[in-house]
């Protein structure tokens, strides 16, 4: 099956910098790398995806980049604020052989942003 | 809003009890799937379901079975708890792409 590693497991950033989180996935049949925050406490929810036919995605301060030849995909923020401190989760989705969509997860990425 | 809720958000049980956690979702969705979260070990997927009385095993099943009679709800059963099951477990419930997380139940295995 799908292995998604990523790093690293812990970040810390001054207010204000950037913060970058790296995955890896093994399977060259995914297709699909969503990313999802997870604050104290709270559900995980989707921030940005993208889809193995874009190489980077931009939404405001957070972006999505992918290399596919490469197996790796990462997600940038710039200028951080305290609030995105959480566990940010990324993700790899295959079909699986019964016809339904499977999403693998990484380990999962501690980010506290100092003020 | 898609809404994906669990029976409960905390649990006790105590070691060989027959443990069940269900989830419900309300978005007509095919695929829901139930993963344990335990600090630096990410979410990792015991079983999911593409449809009502179906069902695949994910990356740790062993000691669970899950449970899908109806197209909105999903359950997990612990046959015989035991405290290597203490953790947070997670339902979701997704499109073909996005998930949709329940609340989260915290089950404390004594």
């Known amino acids: 099956g799908e292995n998604v590693e990523q790093h690293p497991s812990t970040l810390s950033v001054q207010e204000g910098d950037s913060a970058v989180i790296k995955c890896t996935y093994s399977d060259s049949a995914s297709n699909y790398f969503p990313w999802y925050k997870q604050e104290l406490g709270k559900r995980p929810q989707l921030i940005i995806d993208?889809?193995?036919?874009?190489g980077e995605k931009k939404d405001q301060r957070i972006a999505v980049t992918l290399n596919k030849t490469a197996k790796h995909f990462s997600l940038h923020i710039t200028e951080t604020q305290p609030e995105d401190s959480a566990v940010y989760f990324c993700?790899?989705?295959?079909?699986?052989?019964?016809?339904?969509?499977?999403?693998?997860f990484g380990k999962g990425t501690k980010l506290s942003v100092i003020p | 809003d898609v809404k994906v809720t669990q029976s409960s958000r905390y649990l006790v049980k105590r070691t060989g009890e027959k443990v069940f956690l269900e989830c419900v979702q309300d978005m007509d969705h095919e695929n829901m799937f139930w993963y344990r979260q335990d600090p630096g070990l990410g979410l990792r997927l015991i079983y999911f379901s593409y449809d009502v009385k179906m069902k695949e095993k994910g990356d740790i099943p062993e000691g669970y079975s899950v449970s899908r009679e109806k197209k909105e709800r999903f359950s997990l059963i612990l046959e015989s708890a035991s405290t290597n099951q203490t953790s947070m477990y997670l339902c979701a419930s997704t499109t073909n792409t996005e998930a949709f997380f329940g609340q989260g139940t915290r089950l404390t295995v004594v």
């Open positions: 993700a790899a989705s295959i079909r699986s052989g019964a016809g339904s969509y499977q999403l693998t």
């Open positions: 993208i889809r193995s036919n874009v």
